[in-house]
């Protein structure tokens, strides 16, 4: 492992940025493709969510994770992973860490009736909300911008779509995005600084699991990604944060997908001291969405690398591998 980091000469990598509100979609789709082709990663600005409703999100993250514990432990995840998710709840690099993520979070899927029959799917059901005296206009903030950063999710899928030479709807349909698996997370970090030399991460080394990421951030650095996952030794480089736009990776079913054309990158959180706040929006295709090989991706010279896999039996296995058994808090 590498020694602890000197955040005062931390290399900053430089992003792509796409403008969504850009009428040269052969721009965005061009700078794209190379974002995808060289770190996975990109900012996206003007993406149609105003900066006073993002800011009202933030407000109303950071007034949940202030509760006292006992209130949160009322809302721990269930096995639908709806939820509050304590501290080292998450361990994404078992080999790496001690105990696992100095972070806690807030799960909040796709609502779905208990009586309606997608809910006995493992990703769809009702979510768990904090009482509305609690506090107040959190369910309605949280609903909101779960519906705004879907149509954000979908409006990128169009340009990827076309950056992998398919028609711009690709994504678009009823077993694709039509009805996704689309998880926002709300995420805190304490203030444990982190030290990679003896495990200690905010966040552990990881790709992310579906088709797209939509990151938004507060102002206090400490996302990391590795260009290379692969190489040995690992170079990390920080991620800046930049107000108003999201940061956007792509995940491993994309990787799938274009048959490794477009690689998954393997990023991780270093803690400063200092507190931070961050949104992340999951967005995978729908449960029974089969992920395989697409077909502008594979030759005669280059044959699927990947079998094809149904979505939600991925995504199910990837939680179960990264998340703590329930019955140890039951324990507790």
Same mark, same amino acid.
């Not at 900053?12 to 082709?37: E, F, G, T, Y």
């Not at 949160?72 to 361990?91: A, C, I, Q």
């Not at 997608?118 to 609903?143: C, H, I, V």
């Not at 030479?165 to 698996?181: A, Q, S, Y």
């Given at each position: 492992?590498?020694?602890?980091?000197?955040?005062?000469?931390? *290399? &900053?990598?430089?992003?792509?940025?796409?403008? !969504?509100?850009?009428?040269?979609?052969?721009?965005?789709?061009? !700078?794209?493709?190379?974002?995808?082709?060289?770190?996975?990663?990109?900012?996206?600005?003007?993406?149609?969510?105003?900066?006073?409703?993002?800011?009202?999100?933030?407000?109303?993250?950071? *007034?949940?994770?202030?509760?006292?514990?006992?209130?949160?432990?009322?809302?721990?995840?269930?096995?639908?992973?709806?939820?509050? #998710?304590?501290?080292?709840?998450?361990?994404?690099?078992?080999?790496?860490?001690?105990?696992?993520?100095? *972070?806690?979070?807030?799960?909040?899927?796709?609502?779905?009736? $208990?009586?309606? =029959?997608?809910?006995?799917?493992?990703?769809?059901?009702?979510?768990?909300?904090?009482?509305?005296?609690? /506090?107040?206009?959190?369910?309605? #903030?949280?609903?909101?911008?779960?519906?705004?950063?879907?149509?954000?999710?979908?409006?990128?899928?169009?340009?990827?779509? +076309?950056? /992998?030479?398919?028609? &711009?709807?690709?994504?678009?349909?009823?077993?694709? +995005?039509?009805?996704?698996?689309?998880? +926002?997370?709300?995420?805190?970090?304490?203030?444990?600084?982190?030290?990679?030399?003896?495990?200690?991460?905010?966040?552990?080394?990881?790709?992310?699991?579906?088709?797209?990421? /939509? +990151?938004?951030?507060?102002?206090?650095?400490?996302?990391?990604?590795?260009?290379?996952?692969?190489?040995?030794?690992?170079?990390?480089?920080?991620?800046?944060?930049?107000?108003?736009?999201?940061?956007?990776?792509?995940?491993?079913?994309?990787?799938?997908?274009?048959?490794?054309?477009?690689?998954?990158? /393997?990023?991780?959180?270093?803690?400063?001291?200092?507190?931070?706040?961050?949104?992340?929006?999951?967005?995978? =295709?729908?449960?029974?969405?089969?992920?395989?090989?697409?077909? #502008?991706?594979?030759? $005669?010279?280059?044959?699927?690398?990947?079998?094809?896999?149904?979505?939600?039996?991925?995504?199910?296995?990837?939680? *179960?591998? #990264?998340?703590?058994?329930?019955?140890?808090?039951?324990?507790?």
């Amino acid at each position: 492992m590498d020694d602890q980091i000197d955040f005062s000469s931390a *290399k &900053v990598s430089n992003l792509n940025c796409i403008d !969504l509100s850009n009428p040269d979609r052969h721009n965005s789709v061009s !700078l794209l493709k190379q974002a995808c082709l060289h770190s996975g990663f990109f900012y996206l600005i003007n993406h149609g969510i105003s900066q006073g409703f993002m800011d009202e999100v933030f407000a109303q993250c950071r *007034k949940f994770f202030n509760l006292p514990m006992s209130e949160k432990m009322k809302l721990l995840r269930n096995e639908k992973h709806r939820g509050y #998710t304590p501290v080292f709840d998450e361990v994404l690099d078992p080999e790496n860490q001690v105990k696992g993520d100095y *972070k806690e979070g807030y799960y909040i899927g796709v609502e779905v009736a $208990e009586d309606d =029959p997608k809910s006995q799917k493992p990703f769809y059901g009702k979510n768990l909300w904090p009482a509305a005296d609690l /506090l107040t206009g959190w369910r309605q #903030t949280m609903e909101k911008y779960h519906l705004q950063a879907l149509e954000v999710a979908r409006e990128v899928a169009r340009i990827i779509a +076309l950056a /992998l030479d398919l028609d &711009v709807n690709f994504f678009d349909r009823p077993e694709m +995005l039509g009805e996704p698996i689309a998880n +926002l997370r709300l995420l805190h970090y304490e203030g444990q600084a982190s030290d990679p030399s003896r495990g200690i991460f905010g966040s552990g080394a990881h790709t992310d699991y579906g088709l797209i990421t /939509l +990151l938004a951030t507060d102002d206090v650095m400490g996302l990391q990604i590795c260009k290379d996952k692969d190489a040995q030794p690992q170079i990390w480089e920080y991620i800046a944060p930049l107000k108003g736009a999201f940061i956007v990776n792509i995940g491993d079913m994309l990787e799938r997908w274009s048959n490794c054309i477009f690689r998954s990158t /393997l990023h991780r959180v270093i803690g400063n001291g200092q507190q931070r706040y961050s949104v992340a929006y999951f967005v995978e =295709p729908s449960h029974d969405c089969i992920v395989e090989c697409l077909p #502008t991706c594979k030759s $005669e010279n280059n044959p699927p690398k990947y079998p094809p896999i149904h979505c939600s039996a991925y995504l199910s296995q990837r939680y *179960k591998d #990264t998340h703590a058994n329930l019955g140890t808090y039951k324990q507790h």
